[in-house]
């Protein structure tokens, strides 16, 4: 059975940290620190520390993160590995059975009853449309059953998956069994809260600003605004200064403005004399 084959190729150069061999097979187990992206996308991104790998069915590589292979090394060992791989043969088995016995032939049922509706369709008469409405729902009928077959055939699966979870216990034990298991989720739980921890203190800290930086921006406020004052009172000044100029210029206006109306007042009382 393929699983995530283009991973497998990945290794294709690096020495595994561990080779197993049994039954004709070979398993061989990589840290994901071995390689660049894989624990970011793996474990950072989906939540999975450890990645099953295989092209043929036959050869199996796993990668695991690292702190994750060293806290719980006993569930990665030979004995549990080769039920992984038995069960990894059942869901090959299965997939293949119900594909071989139920999704082609239903798939090909479907694909002749199409033809049937696109060439009786295309004829007149009232037995035309009747047999394209009965071709129609025998389509329908197969549609929802590969649904209910794919469905049985993940149920399958899971039941396998549970046989070999109990094929584990088995193995070590109902009390070692519970121990790896606690041991496993305590460690995800803190690698998980590390990883997602530092990201949401990240912006506390920015929010925590100096208290230095805070009374020298209010200082520099205080400044700016002690030189608006004072451009203001200068230009305040200035204006007074102009508003007196233009009194003074006003007064020795209406001065003048006396003397030239005191001149034409003489120079008629002359004109007068004259005549």
Request: aromatic share 10%; glycine share 4%.
């Amino acid at each position: 059975m393929k699983i995530n084959p283009k991973l497998y190729a990945v290794a294709d150069s690096v020495t595994p940290v561990e080779n197993e061999e049994f039954d004709g097979r070979k398993i061989e187990i990589y840290t994901m620190d071995q390689f660049t992206g894989i624990r970011e996308e793996f474990v950072n991104g989906k939540g999975e520390f450890a990645v099953w790998s295989s092209q043929d069915g036959t050869n199996y590589r796993v990668f695991i993160e690292d702190g994750y292979y060293k806290e719980v090394k006993e569930l990665y060992e030979q004995p549990v590995n080769k039920i992984w791989v038995d069960f990894w043969d059942t869901t090959d088995n299965v997939s293949k059975k119900f594909q071989r016995f139920f999704i082609y032939p239903l798939m090909g049922l479907a694909i002749v009853l199409a033809i049937l509706a696109i060439v009786f369709g295309s004829m007149a008469g009232s037995s035309a449309i009747v047999f394209q409405w009965v071709v129609i729902a025998l389509l329908v009928a197969l549609f929802i059953a590969m649904i209910v077959v794919n469905y049985r055939t993940k149920k399958v699966i899971m039941d396998e998956n549970v046989k070999s979870r109990q094929l584990i216990i088995d193995l070590f034990g109902e009390k070692k069994f519970d121990e790896l298991t606690d041991r496993q989720k305590a460690y995800m739980d803190q690698y998980m809260d590390n990883l997602y921890g530092q990201s949401e203190e990240a912006p506390q800290e920015n929010l925590d600003a100096p208290a230095e930086t805070e009374a020298t921006d209010a200082e520099e406020v205080k400044e700016e605004n002690k030189e608006e004052v004072v451009v203001v009172s200068e230009n305040n000044d200035e204006v007074k200064e102009e508003n007196s100029n233009g009194e003074a210029n006003d007064v020795s206006n209406e001065v003048e403005e006396s003397k030239d109306a005191e001149l034409l007042s003489e120079s008629e009382e002359t004109k007068e004399e004259n005549i």
